[in-house]
């Protein structure tokens, strides 16, 4: 009896051991093919290559704004369940415009050309014996600084008082035109004669100083002495005003150099009596400068002409009555 008890413990004794070492070996397989899943990831920036399976993910970022190009992440898992391959990739690109700086475009520079000198204006002055308007420009050559010679210009004011004048004498009268500072007076003398019933413009004597003030280049202390001898100008017969509304050009020679047309006088609107009566009052009838005049020569020649006519038709006609009687005669 007690025999058979041991053979039946030593029995289940054997099973419980079998059972244990079976449940010992389900477990250990059960850890491994956990581990096997938990398998640790490789990661590196070289792709690795598996034979059971590969898993490829990329990733690439390229940013361009002055171009820069950044290039990340290569990633490679190794699994033994499955066999896959999958490729990622992601570009993204942004491009900035180029920061253009404006430059403000430069103001243009305009030079203007110089400009002409300014015309002059219409004076009027009375002298009593002598009545004159006009407007006049002197012209004239003076001596720069460094020895050369130069134009200037200079308009006679129309505010220009009568310094001094010759109203005595029937033959030759003149007034006097004076302007400028008191240490530095300027003046034009114009003389007008009367010869034969006809008035006119003698001569036109100018003292000029050329002023530093408008004229910088000129030398210093320069001063001019101008004359014009003339026998035509403004001339007219007596008892009438002289009127001439173009421009004229008087030439113009120093007095002290006697250097030739030195320089000129231009006058325009012009109006100019001499001569005039005590009593008189505005200008005597006008004698203008383009007003024709009857030349001598044309009365000459046309008297020529009409003698010879007379002379050609005188001959003509005693030539046919000639003829005529002599046929008179032959017929008889």
Same mark, same amino acid.
């Given at each position: 009896?007690?025999?058979?008890?041991?053979?039946?413990?030593?029995?289940?004794?054997?099973? !419980?051991?079998?059972?244990?070492?079976?449940?010992?070996? +389900?477990? !250990?397989?059960?850890?491994?093919?956990?581990?096997?899943? %938990?398998?640790?990831?490789?990661?590196?920036?070289?792709?690795?290559?598996?034979?059971?399976?590969?898993?490829?993910?990329?990733? =690439?970022?390229?940013?361009?704004?002055?171009?820069?190009?950044?290039?990340?992440?290569?990633?490679?898992?190794?699994?033994?369940?499955?066999?896959?391959?999958?490729?990622?990739? *992601?570009?993204?690109?942004?491009?900035?415009?180029p920061k253009t700086t404006t430059t403000p475009a430069p103001v243009p520079?305009? =030079?203007?050309?110089?400009?002409?000198?300014?015309?002059?204006?219409?004076?009027?002055?009375?002298?009593?014996?002598?009545?004159?308007?006009?407007?006049?420009?002197?012209?004239?050559?003076?001596?720069? %600084?460094?020895?050369?010679?130069?134009?200037?210009?200079?308009?006679?004011?129309?505010?220009?008082?009568?310094?001094?004048?010759?109203? &005595?004498?029937?033959? /030759?009268?003149?007034?006097?035109?004076?302007?400028?500072?008191?240490?530095?007076?300027?003046?034009?003398?114009?003389?007008?004669?009367?010869?034969?019933?006809?008035?006119?413009?003698?001569?036109?004597?100018?003292?000029?100083?050329?002023?530093?003030?408008?004229?910088?280049?000129? %030398?210093?202390?320069?001063? !001019?002495?101008?004359?014009?001898?003339?026998?035509?100008?403004?001339? =007219?017969?007596?008892?009438?005003?002289?009127?001439?509304?173009r421009p004229q050009q008087l030439n113009l020679t120093e007095t002290v150099? !006697?250097?030739?047309?030195?320089?000129?006088?231009? $006058?325009?609107?012009?109006?100019?009596?001499?001569?005039?009566?005590?009593?008189?009052?505005?200008?005597?009838?006008?004698?203008?400068? &383009? *007003? *024709?005049?009857?030349?001598? $020569?044309?009365? /000459?020649?046309?008297?020529?002409?009409?003698?010879?006519? +007379?002379?050609?038709?005188?001959?003509?006609?005693?030539?046919?009555?000639?003829?005529? /009687?002599?046929?008179?005669?032959?017929?008889?």
């Amino acid at each position: 009896m007690f025999a058979h008890k041991l053979v039946l413990l030593g029995t289940t004794l054997l099973l !419980l051991s079998s059972a244990v070492q079976s449940q010992s070996s +389900i477990s !250990l397989k059960d850890a491994n093919f956990q581990e096997a899943q %938990k398998a640790p990831e490789t990661t590196s920036e070289v792709p690795l290559t598996s034979s059971s399976s590969t898993s490829t993910s990329t990733t =690439t970022t390229t940013t361009t704004a002055a171009p820069t190009t950044s290039t990340t992440t290569v990633k490679t898992s190794t699994s033994s369940s499955s066999t896959s391959t999958t490729t990622t990739t *992601s570009t993204s690109t942004s491009t900035e415009p180029p920061k253009t700086t404006t430059t403000p475009a430069p103001v243009p520079t305009t =030079t203007h050309a110089p400009q002409p000198y300014p015309a002059p204006s219409v004076g009027t002055w009375n002298a009593t014996c002598i009545l004159l308007t006009m407007a006049a420009q002197l012209n004239f050559t003076y001596e720069t %600084k460094d020895g050369k010679m130069a134009h200037g210009l200079f308009n006679i004011p129309p505010n220009a008082t009568i310094g001094d004048s010759v109203c &005595d004498s029937q033959t /030759i009268q003149s007034i006097q035109l004076s302007w400028g500072p008191v240490t530095s007076v300027q003046s034009m003398v114009m003389q007008f004669d009367n010869k034969n019933a006809t008035t006119v413009l003698s001569s036109i004597q100018i003292h000029f100083s050329v002023i530093s003030e408008d004229y910088p280049d000129a %030398k210093e202390n320069q001063t !001019l002495q101008l004359i014009h001898r003339g026998s035509e100008e403004f001339k =007219t017969p007596e008892k009438m005003s002289y009127h001439c509304t173009r421009p004229q050009q008087l030439n113009l020679t120093e007095t002290v150099d !006697l250097k030739p047309e030195i320089g000129w006088l231009s $006058v325009s609107n012009v109006q100019a009596e001499a001569f005039r009566g005590a009593n008189a009052s505005g200008f005597s009838t006008v004698h203008d400068c &383009d *007003s *024709s005049e009857t030349s001598d $020569v044309v009365p /000459i020649a046309v008297g020529i002409a009409l003698a010879a006519l +007379i002379l050609v038709v005188l001959i003509s006609y005693l030539c046919v009555r000639r003829r005529s /009687i002599s046929r008179g005669y032959m017929s008889f």
